[in-house]
Nanobody
Framework: QVQVVESGGGLVQPGGSLRLSCKAS????????MGWYRQAPGKERELVATLPSSGSTKYADSVKGRFTISRDNAKTTVYLQMNSLKPEDTAVYYC?????????????WGQGTQVTVSS
């Protein structure tokens, strides 16, 4: 059993910062990559940032220079530091992880955490 759990969302004023966390737990052998997606009301889910176990990070153009994705040393927790937030960043943010267990390799999603940027 694998769980992916996000935390850290909330309400912030434009120009403010938030830090999201996502922890993967369970019968994990290895994690190939972790990342963040978001979905605003009435829009499709979109990539925000991904971080492979090795290799380069990838960011959506709309967040480059403002958001930073990182992982802890154990590589089971991924963070999204969001600075200079804008109202258009308002969305539910989902963590995504590609995880190898004893039985399979699969992509797991968290339940989502709401980020609201408003004055």
């Amino acid at each position: 059993q694998v769980q992916v759990v996000e935390s850290g969302g909330g309400l912030v004023q434009p120009g403010g910062s938030l830090r999201l966390s996502c922890k993967a737990s369970g019968s994990i052998i290895s994690i190939n990559f972790m990342g963040w997606y978001r979905q605003a009301p009435g829009k499709e889910r979109e990539l925000v940032a991904t971080l492979p176990s090795s290799g380069s990070t990838k960011y959506a153009d709309s967040v480059k220079g403002r958001f930073t994705i990182s992982r802890d040393n154990a590589k089971t927790t991924v963070y999204l530091q969001m600075n200079s937030l804008k109202p258009e960043d308002t969305a539910v943010y989902y963590c995504n992880a590609n995880i190898k267990t004893m039985m399979t390799v699969g992509t797991y999603w968290g339940q989502g955490t709401q980020v609201t940027v408003s004055s």
